[in-house]
């Protein structure tokens, strides 16, 4: 039995938080259950990687100059607290040397060339995994673990789409059988990088958002796939795991400690950014249970994403800011086929995603991000329909399972809203929310009124 442990920014941020994470990391290995480790790069440093980045596409030497040395500081800083071995140190600080010279080497091409290929980009940004994984590993050999780091290059298949790579899970599943379960079998715990990849012709890629968690859910995949039994993926991170509510507006807010996969989509999508749902679905496709956990509170439960989750009811409450409604009318379309069609049609072709939706005989109303570009949008629904627009919206979307079919969901809703004015409902389309849209500056008070009628 194996289990997948990966651990953000935040958990191996300092000298300090490495050896706590090395700390847990060793009381969970045995021998004969060797644990598969992934690693974000250091908190701060993928921001400091992009900065690298831009400052040296607009040849601003002085601040390129001063990422870099941060970059390598911060790097050097946590392995100097790491209290390792002479030799462990020398071959860390050689590993750290080699990779900021590279970082250096891309940073000079970037300058002269004065453009960011998207190759060259993901080069750059790989590098902060790339020396936080190591420092990890050679932590956990400093407590007594055996330990192993692995390149995720060497692991992990993608496809040519540098910046948003797409996972090659049976070429995946291939290279983890040769390089990762022989390390596993001789009773090794393996320490990678998350987010890196490699394209077919060996160049470095990364996954975009949440790729830390994908390479995870990937490599338990992987796992599953060669007969490995896996427990669970667990995502360390700073939060005790999925709450009832966002606990900075709402301080009552609790610990779920189960959601299912689509319940975790939802609220991702309306606002809960503990877990992105695209991430994990290699894990969730295969029946293992991801495990949010916080790592500055190991002895918490955490919350368990599975594919299907017991009970029924609302779970927890989301809410998203920064939303603009649209809101088109053509009377002389009553009854006409095709309208809708039409009207969404506008909105593809202008590459503007849509959010929620409410229709009626002749009018559709359409939320969309307020930062999404409309002029040309607005233009074109006005060809044949009447346009209106409604600025500085909210979201709040009440989540749980079975709702479209549990009596009484709604009455509670707008009964806990009272006076908050809504713009506009969306019930029905899903079975695991409630969606409505408020004015922005009414929303903290309807989470709060709602988390008191459900969970209060």
């Known amino acids: ?29 045995r021998v004969e259950d060797p644990c598969l480790v992934v690693v974000s790069a250091m908190g701060g440093v993928t921001d400091l990687l992009v900065g690298l980045k831009n400052s ?45 010279l590279r970082c250096r080497e891309l940073s ?11 190759r060259t980009s993901d080069a750059l940004l790989a590098i902060g995994e790339l020396i936080s994984s ?47 379960l022989p390390e596993l079998a001789a009773g090794r715990v393996v320490v990678t990088g998350g987010f890196v990849g490699a394209a077919p012709s060996g160049a470095t890629t990364t996954l975009g958002r949440g790729g830390s968690d994908y390479s995870a859910a990937l490599f338990g995949a992987a796992l599953k796939d ?21 606990p900075r507006i709402v301080p009552q807010a609790r610990l779920v400690p189960e959601v299912s996969a689509a319940e975790a989509a939802e ?28 790592s500055f509170r190991p002895d918490g439960a955490g919350t368990i994403v599975r594919r299907d989750a017991a009970g029924t009811g609302v779970r927890a409450i989301a809410m998203r800011k920064g939303v603009t409604a649209l809101f088109v009318g053509s009377p002389r379309m009553l009854l006409a086929y095709g309208y809708a069609a039409k009207v969404f049609s506008v909105f593809e072709r202008h590459r503007v995603s849509v959010d929620v939706i409410a229709t009626s005989e002749v009018s559709i109303s359409i939320t969309v991000d307020e930062k999404a570009a409309l002029d040309g949008v607005v233009r074109d629904l006005s060809e044949f329909a009447e346009v209106s627009l409604l600025e500085h919206l909210a979201v709040v979307s009440v989540v749980g399972r079975n709702l479209r079919s549990t009596a009484g969901i709604a009455v509670r809703v707008f009964a806990a809203l009272g006076d908050v004015n809504v713009v506009l409902v969306s019930q029905g389309a899903s079975d695991t929310n409630m969606t409505f849209v408020v004015a922005e500056g009414d929303a903290p008070e309807a989470l709060l009124r709602l988390h008191k009628e459900f969970f209060e």
């Open 1 to 29: 039995m194996t289990d997948v442990l990966k651990f953000g920014g935040t958990s191996v941020g300092t000298a300090e938080r490495i050896r706590d994470v090395a700390r847990l990391v060793g009381t969970r290995g």
């Open 56 to 100: 040296s596409s607009e040849r601003k030497k002085e601040a390129a100059e001063a990422a870099l040395h941060e970059i390598g500081a911060r790097h050097r800083v946590a392995l100097s607290g790491l209290a390792l071995s002479a030799d462990e140190s020398r071959v860390c600080a050689a590993a750290i040397d080699e990779e900021m």
């Open 108 to 118: 000079l091409g970037i300058s002269l060339l004065e453009e960011i290929s998207p």
């Open 134 to 180: 190591r420092l990890v590993a050679a932590a956990l050999r400093a407590r007594g673990t055996d330990a192993v780091w692995v390149d995720p290059r060497e692991m992990l298949a993608t496809d040519a789409t540098h910046g948003a790579a797409l996972a090659d899970e049976p070429e995946t599943a291939r290279r983890f059988a040769a390089r990762v």
């Open 226 to 246: 060669a007969g490995r039994v896996v427990s669970a993926i667990e995502i360390w991170t700073d939060v005790d795991g999925i709450l009832t509510a966002d």
């Open 267 to 294: 609220l991702a999508f309306f606002g809960a950014k503990v877990l992105h749902p695209a991430t994990i679905r290699p894990a969730v496709a295969r029946g293992i249970p991801v495990v949010v956990r916080n």
